[in-house]
């Protein structure tokens, strides 16, 4: 891209582990490229108590990046009374309460508790009046159940790296979420992200990297890293019908509004 047209763009990536121990050093680098191809901001999800600091820690260096802590399912046997007091004092700053929910296939973590870890911390980011990263697979119908009983709208929330129906990505925006496109629309064999983004309004997507896994094509096989976002901001645009210009101005405007930022 040129930099005439990167000037013009503005992209969040609302989805990237920039404390994943994969960019280290790198992450200098890795947010000057960003910055080169139109990212400006960079939401940074939780995933275990420990990391929570670092991303604070991140998230005061830097312009632009902002942190979201939370307790990711496939850690749920960490959750208790100690964990969630931790997380409400890691809230001081953050912008979302993340990544939380339920994923069946983390088959070593009970589902129960999968679901209590997900209750608990979606009731703490309503009680803080914080939006939430929803991480589900395969999960659907009993974590929108949660979510509605809990009466998220209140809050609101994105769909994180959404994996599911044309039909459920409806139910989750009847429920005023938003919902995340990740690097697999851009999979040579993708059939459902195109559906999802075919049926999805424009103000209810967002963009995301989910880095520094799910690399977008065409840089399968090198870690993923938010400079590649535009990789799936070209395809969704594409499938849109719009420049990537105005697909980056709503999606962004969406995630925006939603975080604060
Ligand atoms: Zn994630």
Redesign the pocket.
């Known amino acids: 891209m040129d930099a005439s047209a990167s000037e013009t763009l503005e992209l969040v990536d609302t989805?990237c582990?920039l404390d994943d121990g994969r960019f280290g050093r790198s992450l200098e680098e890795v947010l000057g490229r960003a910055r080169a191809a139109g990212v400006t901001r960079f939401v940074v999800?939780g995933v275990v108590p420990e990391g929570w600091g670092e991303i604070a820690r991140i998230a005061r260096k830097h312009a632009g990046v902002f942190a979201a802590p939370g307790l990711h399912p496939m850690r749920a046997k960490l959750y208790g009374s100690e964990t969630l007091r931790e997380l409400e004092r890691s809230l001081d700053g953050a912008v979302a309460v993340g990544?939380i929910g339920i994923d069946p296939s983390y088959k070593d973590v009970p589902r129960e508790l999968q679901a209590e870890a997900f209750r608990g911390q979606l009731r703490l980011a309503v009680a803080a009046g914080l939006p939430v990263l929803i991480?589900c697979r395969r999960a659907f119908d009993e974590t929108l159940r949660i979510l509605r009983e809990e009466r998220v709208e209140r809050v609101g929330g994105i769909m994180?790296?959404f994996s599911g129906s044309a039909e459920t990505a409806r139910a989750c925006i009847d429920l005023g979420l938003l919902v995340s496109v990740a690097g697999t629309v851009t999979y040579g064999n993708a059939v459902r992200p195109l559906e999802v983004v075919r049926a999805v309004p424009p103000d209810a997507l967002v963009l995301e990297t989910?880095a520094p896994d799910m690399t977008p094509e065409p840089h399968r096989g090198l870690p993923n890293e938010p400079a590649f976002i535009i990789e799936t901001a070209r395809r969704v645009a594409e499938l849109k019908g719009v420049t990537v210009a105005e697909l980056a101005r709503v999606t962004s405007a969406n995630a925006r509004r939603l975080l604060r930022i």
Request: proline letters at 12%; charged letters at 25%.
């Open positions: 989805h582990h999800p990544e991480h994180h790296a989910d």
